[in-house]
């Protein structure tokens, strides 16, 4: 029995983009509270990024913290609007492969990846509550399942 890849519709690649419209101005302060929702419901997640181990000034105060968040927000919206033109996920070619081997190097495990999904969907649902239904929360969803797959594909000691 062979198992097709997951589908990405027309219906929730126009939510995708409607929404990421939307929030795209406004991604430096979405990365920092999607983070922050991050680190409040997995405190231990911290220990995860070198520059927070030893940091000694909140959260929202590290110099390292926003830069970091609004690249991974972005990065990860970007895909999420792409994902069904492109076929696949596609972050450029050598990113997909760091992502992963950063990834594996820093011990991310599954649930890291559920909590990283839940407030990311939380996040998007404070910034876009007059959109957000159960189908923009699929859509989602299905975007953010495709990427982790093409992540965890390549979570392997880097090369």
């Known amino acids: 029995m062979t198992t097709l890849p997951r589908g990405f519709t027309e219906e929730q690649e126009a939510l995708v ?13 979405l990365g920092l509270k999607f983070f922050l929702k991050i680190f409040e419901i997995a405190p231990s997640a911290q220990k995860l990024f070198p520059f927070l181990r030893d940091s000694t000034v909140p959260l929202e105060q590290n110099p390292k913290l926003k830069p970091h968040a609004t690249s991974v927000f972005v990065m990860t919206c970007d895909s999420a609007v792409q994902l069904r033109k492109a076929g696949k996920v596609t972050v450029r070619e050598s990113n997909l492969k760091k992502l992963g081997a950063t990834h594996f190097k820093y011990g991310v495990a599954n649930e890291h990846f559920e909590v990283t999904k839940f407030a990311l969907l939380e996040t998007i649902k404070e910034a876009v509550p007059e959109m957000w239904s159960p189908a923009m929360k699929n859509a989602w969803g299905e975007a953010y399942a495709q990427l982790v797959d093409a992540i965890k594909s390549e979570m392997k000691p880097s090369s």
């Open 17 to 29: 983009v409607k929404s990421w419209t939307v929030m795209k101005k406004n991604s430096g302060e």
